[in-house]
């Protein structure tokens, strides 16, 4: 499949139901928010691709770009699937109202 297609996917995803849980939740949706969480999507995705193709290459020679690569597309879907999480976990957390 291409990145590309898989960007714009998860995307529709993760967007989609990120707005569903926000109305159905909180009975608004920042719009903010989604835009961060796009992003934050697409480095995901980004984050896998990086790491693939750097083992693809590293298979067939060793270089050392590939390796650092490899190392980069690694952190970036670890850091992007944590803020993901965490994005969702602070949506669905119960409003509390304060108390006097």
């Known amino acids: 499949m291409n990145q590309g297609i898989i960007i714009l996917v998860a995307i529709a995803v993760l967007g989609a139901a990120y707005f569903i849980c926000a ?3 909180h009975g608004t949706c920042d719009i903010g ?6 992003v934050v999507v697409i480095g995901l995705v980004t984050g896998v691709f990086l790491y693939v193709h750097a ?14 690569g490899a190392v ?6 670890i850091a992007s699937l944590l803020q993901i999480i965490t994005m969702f976990r602070e949506l669905l957390v119960p409003k509390v109202d304060p108390t006097k």
């Open 23 to 25: 109305i159905l939740k």
């Open 72 to 77: 980069a597309g690694f952190v970036l879907f």
């Open 55 to 68: 083992y693809a290459f590293l298979k067939n020679s060793y270089h050392e770009d590939a390796m650092w």
């Open 33 to 38: 928010k989604v835009f961060t969480l796009t």
